[in-house]
């Protein structure tokens, strides 16, 4: 099997793209039950993507302000990113400490 990179970029395996769009992003005044609903909808279909992690990685790295990508709602997102530069800023702060002697 030839590597991902090479069979085309990894949105081209994305499961999402065989389903509805709407799926994924909030119409405008979207009532709440409706909107969680619709998430978890979206969330099932990620949850079956052979390419989620990619997806994910991708609307962090962005960072991808609305929808769900790799399984995730831009709230989680948030969440995510937050997590992940407080650890990074406690890796920081570790390694420039002295050594207990």
């Known amino acids: ?3 991902r990179d090479e069979a085309g970029p990894w949105h081209s395996e994305a499961v ?3 389903d509805e769009a709407g799926l994924f992003f ?16 979206a969330k099932r279909v990620c949850a079956r993507c052979p390419v989620m992690v990619e997806c994910r990685e991708h609307a962090l790295l962005q960072p ?4 769900v990508w790799g399984g995730l709602t831009a709230a989680e997102r948030r969440v ?10 406690e ?3 570790t390694a420039h400490m002295p050594a207990a002697g």
Not at 28 to 36: F, G, H, V, Y
């Open 16 to 18: 999402c793209r065989r």
């Open 1 to 3: 099997m030839p590597a």
């Open 80 to 89: 995510v990113l937050t997590r992940r530069r407080r650890r990074e800023s």
């Open 91 to 93: 890796l920081q702060r």
């Open 26 to 41: 909030a119409p405008s005044k979207e009532p709440t039950a409706a909107r969680l609903a619709r998430e978890e909808a």
């Open 64 to 67: 991808e302000p609305y929808g």
